[in-house]
T-cell receptor
Framework: QKEVEQNSGPLSVPEGAIASLNCTYS??????FFWYRQYSGKSPELIMS????GDKEDGRFTAQLNKASQYVSLLIRDSQPSDSATYLC?????????????FGTGTRLKVLA | DAGVIQSPRHEVTEMGQEVTLRCKPI?????LFWYRQTMMRGLELLIY????????DSGMPEDRFSAKMPNASFSTLKIQPSEPRDSAVYFC??????????????FGPGTRLTVL
C-alpha cells in the first residue's frame, strides 16, 4: 500500500461545477496535510494546508480532513479552465525519530469550458 | 523575496559525465528538500536537510548521487557518473520547520536534466 494515494485521473468537470479531489494516507500519526497545484512544466505551488479535523475554506477552495478515516480532500467550487492542472496531496508525519513528507502521485484535473 | 533559486534550468549531458545541480533556499528557511519528478514515478523525495544537516537520504537512488549543504544558503546535488535513466526534472524546495512540524514547502523552478 502506498503511503499517500490519489486517483491519477483525469478528472473532467464542466466549467462552474464543483471538483472533488481525494487523498488517502496510511500513517496514522500524520500531523499536517497539504494540497499543491502543478501546472504542466511548472513547479508545485501550495494552495491549502490543513492540520485538524474538519473543513478549512479559502476562497473557492475547501480542504476537508478526516483523521479517523485517514483521508483528506479538496473541493474546488465554480471550477474554471484555469484550474486545469495536477493536484498533489502531501502528508507530513513524524515517525521513528524522523520526519517524513510524502507526496501522492497527483490527480490531473480538466475543467471543460 | 526571490523565492527558491535553482541552476541551471536545463542541463543536457552525455552518459558518464558529472552533473551538479545547485539550489539557494528562501532566506530564513531551515529545511531544504531535493526531489526528482518523472512521469512514471511522480515526485520522489531524494534527501532533505534540517539546519544544514542531512536528515534522511533514503530516497537517494544509489551511490552515484550525493548532496551537500555547506551553509544555510546553498545546496548541491551531484550525479557522478550520470546515466540516461537519471533524466528527470529535479526540484529543490525549502520550508521553515518549527518543532516537530514541517510547514509548507516552497519549490524552485526545477532543473530539467537530460542524459544522452
Amino acid at each position: 500500500q502506498k503511503e499517500v494515494e490519489q486517483n491519477s485521473g483525469p478528472l473532467s468537470v464542466p466549467e462552474g461545477a464543483i471538483a472533488s479531489l481525494n487523498c488517502t494516507y496510511s500513517d496514522r500519526v500524520s500531523q499536517s496535510f497539504f494540497w499543491y497545484r502543478q501546472y504542466s512544466g511548472k513547479s508545485p505551488e501550495l494552495i491549502m494546508s490543513i492540520y485538524s479535523n474538519g473543513d478549512k475554506e479559502d476562497g473557492r477552495f475547501t480542504a476537508q480532513l478526516n483523521k479517523a478515516s485517514q483521508y483528506v480532500s479538496l473541493l474546488i467550487r465554480d471550477s474554471q479552465p484555469s484550474d486545469s492542472a495536477t493536484y498533489l496531496c502531501a502528508v507530513n508525519s513524524y515517525t521513528s525519530g524522523t520526519y517524513k513528507y510524502i507526496f501522492g502521485t497527483g490527480t490531473r484535473l480538466k475543467v471543460l469550458a | 523575496d526571490a523565492g527558491v533559486i535553482q541552476s541551471p534550468r536545463h542541463e543536457v549531458t552525455e552518459m558518464g559525465q558529472e552533473v551538479t545541480l545547485r539550489c539557494k533556499p528562501i532566506s530564513g528557511h531551515n529545511s531544504l528538500f531535493w526531489y526528482r519528478q518523472t512521469m512514471m514515478r511522480g515526485l520522489e523525495l531524494l534527501i532533505y536537510f534540517n539546519n544544514n544537516v542531512p536528515i534522511d537520504d533514503s530516497g537517494m537512488p544509489e551511490d552515484r548521487f550525493s548532496a551537500k549543504m555547506p551553509n544555510a544558503s546553498f545546496s548541491t546535488l551531484k550525479i557522478q557518473p550520470s546515466e540516461p535513466r537519471d533524466s528527470a526534472v529535479y526540484f529543490c524546495a525549502s520550508s521553515l520547520s518549527t518543532g516537530v512540524v514541517y510547514n509548507e514547502q516552497f519549490f524552485g523552478p526545477g532543473t530539467r536534466l537530460t542524459v544522452l
